[in-house]
């Protein structure tokens, strides 16, 4: 228990009387990725939100290497919040190209930005986040968890689950209803309600 990176325990959280959260009690040990899928609404990103402490939790507590920082004040949470990023729930980046070149894409599909520029916003961008050496890598979310990073993933992406999850974790509803490594988790799903969800996704 100790050495978990993220600790969540029994949290609880609702949107104006709607329960989100109904007891959610998990956590991940340094080095492993969790992949948590799930039906929509049933409370993937907003577990995501609270463990990286972008939102505070009703009751419950959320831990971080072991020190507890649900209730701790704002100004006291943002050293803490820098040990803790984000991906969006679509990370599924085009996977022909080059991380540089899926950041570089966005700036001049949307950004509107010239190729030259993109390039030089794009390697500093990824600078930023730590990922300049994964410039030029494919499947960077692949590498990252292979290279021993701590991951905590919403996907329905079942093949990038099966090959990097060290478990597979069901919402339903605002709790986890079962976890497992992904070779029990898709072979033998215990829960109904797993059973059908991984009938829709696949
Ligand atoms: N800031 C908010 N204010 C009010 N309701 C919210 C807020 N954030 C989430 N909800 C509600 O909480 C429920 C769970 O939302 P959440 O985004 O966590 O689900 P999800 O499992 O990530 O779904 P999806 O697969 O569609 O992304 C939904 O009913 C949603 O409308
Ligand atoms: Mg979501």
Redesign the pocket.
Known sequence: MNDAVVRAELVQKS??G?S??RGVTFEVGRGEVKVII????????????CLALL?PVDTGAVYLDGVKLSGVREKELAPHRSEVGMVF?RFNLFPNMTALDNVMCGLVEVRRLKKREARERALELLERVGLADKARQYHVMEGLARDGMTMVV?S?ELRFAHHVASSILM?DE?RIIEEAPPETFFSSPSHERTQRFLALVE
């Open positions: 949107y104006d709607l989100v959260l799930g039906p929509s609404g049933s409370g993937k990103s907003t577990l995501l939100r939102e729930q919403v329905h919402m605002g």
